[in-house]
């Protein structure tokens, strides 16, 4: 998984009688519609609406939605991408490319065993593991399924759902205030400071259905945290080995207007990716105070 610092890193299905607001153009013959999430495609009507929802939180600015309002569609190129997988490995790869607005998603839905740690990863839908700004060729390149999603019912429905949260039960939410925890103590055990003294607090943004990773906001550090692994957040084997990533983002040292500033740095994250994740944490996300650790405890 990468860090937001190096990507630029929208519902459920609906059916509107009388209206046609979702079209798949394919120049081989179609796949058979998936009738289970398991059987859930990367072109598939829910993820796509999905993916939108999350890319008009964490990505989408107003001159993009200018681009596909004038337009009148939302046009997508999709595609899975092989790749050369371990014996055992049945993982899948797609792409979405977003030609009016130049934005490539990449995405993976994970299906591997590791024996020796008894962990299985498999993945009930593509999860997003990059976001990035792209030059777009004049044509559809072959390999790439045309779908189309009609603009206004778009926008009707990622206007109606702006303020639809979804966060983790409790056994997920106490995973996450110990990773914080942990996150906060080695930050600043690496600046040689002491930690603050009493319970914390801080602010976990709504889950993303199409992204296994998770942001806080810890206010009294002006500190913002990311949690992420190739696993679903919810697998206990991520919290048993431990095969999570977590990056740090200090906002008083650690933002920019461009990344062109700290080129080859994945440490930073430009203002508007953190003005776009603070409004996730503090006005849609949820308060959750950290207990202060046992003085022995690590």
């Known amino acids: 998984m990468t860090r937001l610092a190096r990507s630029v890193s929208i519902v459920a299905a609906l059916?509107?009688?009388?209206?046609?607001?979702?079209?798949?153009?394919?120049?081989?013959?179609?796949?058979?519609?998936?009738?289970?999430?398991?059987?859930?495609?990367?072109?598939?009507?829910?993820?796509?609406?999905?993916l939108m929802r999350y890319l008009y939180r964490w990505h989408l600015d107003e001159e993009h939605i200018d681009v596909v309002a004038r337009a009148g569609t939302v046009t997508f190129w999709v595609r899975e991408v092989p790749h050369e997988l371990d014996a055992g490995d049945r993982s899948r790869f797609g792409e979405v490319l977003l030609p009016q607005i130049g934005i490539l998603v990449?995405?993976?839905?994970?299906?591997?065993s590791v024996p020796e740690l008894e962990l299985t990863v498999k993945s009930d839908r593509f999860k997003v593991i990059r976001v990035a700004t792209v030059e777009v060729p004049a044509e559809m390149p072959a390999g790439y399924t045309l779908?189309?999603?009609?603009?206004?019912?778009?926008?009707?429905?990622?206007?109606?759902?702006?303020?639809?949260s979804a966060f983790p039960d409790e056994a997920l939410l106490a995973h996450l205030r110990e990773a914080a925890r942990t996150a906060i103590a080695r930050e600043f055990a690496h600046r040689n400071e002491p930690l603050p003294d009493g319970a914390q607090v801080v602010h976990l943004a709504p889950m993303p259905p199409v992204a296994n990773e998770a942001w806080a906001y810890w206010e009294g550090g002006k500190m913002l945290l990311r949690f992420a692994s190739d696993a679903e957040l919810t697998n206990p084997g991520v919290w048993k080995h431990h095969d999570l990533v977590v990056d740090v983002y200090p906002l008083d040292k650690n933002v920019v207007v461009s990344l062109d500033e700290i080129a080859g740095s994945?440490?930073?994250?430009?203002?508007?990716?953190?003005?776009?994740?603070?409004?996730?944490?503090?006005?849609?996300?949820?308060?959750?105070?950290?207990?202060?650790r046992e003085p022995n405890s690590k």
């Not at 779908?147 to 639809?164: I, K, P, S």
């Open 147 to 164: 779908v189309t999603a009609d603009y206004a019912h778009l926008r009707d429905e990622l206007f109606r759902t702006r303020g639809q």
């Open 15 to 50: 059916v509107v009688a009388g209206a046609a607001p979702f079209v798949v153009a394919h120049d081989d013959p179609p796949a058979p519609v998936a009738g289970t999430r398991n059987d859930e495609g990367i072109q598939d009507r829910a993820w796509l609406y999905d």
């Open 266 to 292: 994945n440490a930073f994250m430009t203002r508007d990716q953190a003005g776009r994740a603070l409004f996730n944490c503090l006005v849609l996300g949820k308060r959750v105070e950290l207990a202060p």
């Open 106 to 112: 990449t995405a993976k839905k994970s299906d591997y």
